[in-house]
């Protein structure tokens, strides 16, 4: 990966946490806000190879944490985990539909919000596992489902190089 | 090749792992949550202007979509009067909770009270940023002599208190957020209400049996030492108060004094627990 290709990652990452910042949290459906930073880690594991977006899963996770309340690191740990599996469920599959990515990002998403109160719980954060864990699974997937028809074009941008067309997998 | 790749991505999945858990341990030290702190700090400052210059573009068209010509104007003039029936209310729940201590404060030298403590006046500027918690963002931060700890009263009663803080903003941890815990009492009888979540009541746990509270009675913070709260806050008022056959304490809810789902206007009392 190029400097270039980091700079454009780099921006996508900063450009996610404005918009989940600003818009994000004022987005209310139920009483649950889209993720937008899941959604990233999830994008990053449809358009990337498993290391690689592992450690966006994990920086953009970093990023979030600044921001919550909860353990720091814990949605790094979680984001990169999320990343990973999306990565390695991806390279088995034949994306020729535009559906593919959104229902991955739907099921990565909802899982990742699980995964985030299951690892939280671990943790301490016994309070995490609330009886809207299912809503909030619900609705961040449904949106994120969505948004994932931006978000994984925005991701396989800021991945290409110029030997490498968008939406192509990395060599590691 | 294949393999190497898999196991070049599982080595880096294990670091990423490795690293995040250091920092999620080193997260629960307090010389390094310190550090981490200062870090969300920073971060707060750097994103302040692009939060900001999105809320200016956002806010107009949220307002177009939901209201009026005139809504700029009513929305601040009902905030105002929000506040202050908020404030009254207040004043009110105090004096009967004042009545009912006059004895008790009779044997006492001074009950300190959130009135006669400095205040700073904040708009809150965004609710919850995560679905987990509870929060609320204030547009009032260190600069204004914000710190970590502070208890925030809307015109009601206890808000909640804040958890982080930056030069310009600072983001408050409600009541009901599943992991705060407040003290509080009802006349002499102490016990520490736990938030349960959005819209919910929250419990009071370790009050005894047989002691009279009853629906409708208000409980305000207890101020005890060691608390995280000045005394007398109303908290908020009792909504079921039963005693449950063979249990050790009695089971009561509350019902926060204030609508947290409708805060408009705050005040951050610039209080710290005394050293125990």
Redesign the interface.
Known sequence: MNAMARSRLLLVLFAA???????G??I?IA???P?LMVLTAAAAGIVA???RA??VG?FA???ND?????????S??TF??VA?AVA?VQGGVLRGSWWVPAITAVVATAGG?VL??LI?AI???G??L???LGA?AGV?GGVDGVLALVAVPAMGWAFRTEAEPARTRS?? | MAVRRASRSRFVLLLLVLTAGTIITLSYRSKANHAIDRVKSWASDVFKPVETGFRDAWDPVANFFRGTVDYGSEKSANAKLRQEVGRLRRQNLERSDQARQLQALLALDKLPFADGLPKVTAEVINTNFSNFQLTLQLNRGRSEGVTVGMPVVSGAGLVGRVVQVASGQATVLLVTDPSSSVGVRDGGVVGVASGQGQGKTLRVDYVPPGQPIHKGDVMVTSGLQGGLYPAGIPLGTVSIAAQPPDSLQEELALRPVVDLSQVQFVDVLQWKPPPS
Do not use: K
Request: net charge positive.
């Open positions: 946490m404005a918009l989940q910042l600003v818009v949290s004022r209310n009483g649950v806000h993720d190879g498993p290391a592992a450690t994990f996770g970093l990023l600044l921001f919550l309340q909860t353990p720091f690191g814990l790094a740990l990169c985990l990973y390695t919000e985030f109160a939280g943790v301490g954060q309070q995490m609330t009886g809207r909030i961040v060599r590691w």
